[in-house]
């Protein structure tokens, strides 16, 4: 026994596949992320402005303007993080990751103190 498809129907499958190829493969390869966040995962206030637009510091890429800096996650402790902006910009006063405020003695520790 033998199983085929008629003509239309061997052609509806293949057009079948080609589209579902085709739609799998533009959400496989779209620039938005599966879960893409309102905002930055780290912003530090910094004491001074920094000369710097951009820079990378303690694993991570940061975009400052004026006295305030951000940057996506990173793989280290927000601590270390904050620790590593500090040798690069200066003084920070204040540091945020996923919108909590760094505790007051790990900011002091971040600047050197």
Do not use: H
């Not at 589209?19 to 995962?41: C, Q, R």
């Not at 951000?70 to 910009?89: D, I, T």
Request: charged share 20%; aromatic share 6%; with cysteine.
């Amino acid at each position: 026994m033998t199983f085929s498809l008629s003509r239309p129907a061997r052609l509806a499958a293949i057009a079948s596949a080609l589209v579902y190829t085709g739609l799998t493969f533009a959400v496989a390869t779209s620039s938005a992320p599966a879960l893409a966040n309102d905002g930055p995962y780290y912003t530090a206030k910094l004491a001074q402005p920094t000369e710097d637009n951009r820079t990378v510091a303690g694993g991570v890429a940061w975009a400052c303007k004026g006295t305030t800096c951000v940057a996506n996650k990173g793989a280290s402790r927000p601590s270390r993080v904050c620790r590593g902006l500090m040798r690069e910009v200066g003084e920070i006063t204040d540091f945020t990751a996923d919108g909590e405020q760094l505790a007051e003695d790990k900011l002091e520790s971040c600047n050197g103190n």
